[in-house]
């Protein structure tokens, strides 16, 4: 069983939804969270950092992390086209010297 | 702003060649790695380093070695590239316990 599981889609939206992404994962050692979004052609920027459970917001988006589920989210509210783009999840455990660990990453397509 | 640059954004080589990917990151960052990103099977780790010429193996070290002689550099090379080689390949860096920047990439074509 890899460590973390996303459904890699395609997700496809109309402009203005509310898209919801997620991902799971089986280690409970894991502590701190992470968004990226990958533009095509491009390497994964750093979209959402999160340290231990809880939500955190930034403009249109939030990130939710249950850690009794060992479940992640990602929500972008009045989704646009500029949103559309590769969604990686990733986290990692202290001990690791940095080490991360990905989901295989969601293609999002949000059409005007 | 973390500046994570790679040498070349596209290159093609011949099986067999031995091909060097160089990365280079301006924030003094102890951790460095390198990933294979393919359709379908996502980021990949091959190598990673925490210091100075120090170094681990990742998921699929075969066929890869790294070299980390400066801080803010760090090597990849390809011993005798093959087909299978042909991916694109990201660079990170970060400090301990903190997000991963990552380079634009390198699309490595081996004919």
């Known amino acids: 069983q890899k460590e973390v599981e996303q459904d890699p889609g395609p997700l496809s939206v109309p402009e203005g939804a509310i898209v919801s992404l997620n991902c799971t994962y089986s280690?409970?050692?894991?502590?701190?969270f992470m968004w990226y979004r990958q533009y095509s052609r491009k390497g994964p920027e750093l979209l959402m950092y999160t340290y231990s459970s809880g939500n955190k917001e930034d403009g249109r988006f939030t990130a939710q992390v249950d850690k009794s589920s060992k479940y992640i989210s990602l929500f972008i509210r009045d989704s646009q086209p500029s949103d559309s783009a590769t969604y990686l999840c990733?986290?990692?455990?202290?001990?690791?010297?940095?080490?991360?660990?990905f989901g295989r990453g969601t293609q999002l397509t949000v059409w005007p | 702003d973390v500046k994570v640059t790679q040498s070349s954004r596209y290159l093609v080589k011949r099986t067999g060649e031995k091909v060097f990917l160089e990365c280079v990151q301006d924030m003094d960052h102890e951790n460095m790695f390198w990933y294979r990103q393919d359709p379908g099977l996502g980021l990949r780790l091959i190598y990673f380093?925490?210091?100075?010429?120090?170094?681990e193996k990742g998921d699929i070290p075969e066929g890869y070695s790294v070299s980390r002689e400066k801080k803010e550099r760090f090597s990849l090379i390809l011993e005798s590239a093959s087909t299978n080689q042909t991916s694109m390949y990201l660079c990170?860096?970060?400090?301990?316990?903190?997000?991963?920047?990552f380079g634009d990439g390198t699309r490595l074509s081996i004919l």
């Open positions: 380093s925490y210091d100075v010429k120090m170094k």
């Open positions: 990170a860096s970060s400090s301990q316990g903190q997000p991963q920047h």
């Open positions: 990733a986290m990692g455990r202290g001990s690791t010297l940095g080490r991360l660990y």
């Open positions: 280690n409970s050692a894991f502590q701190y």
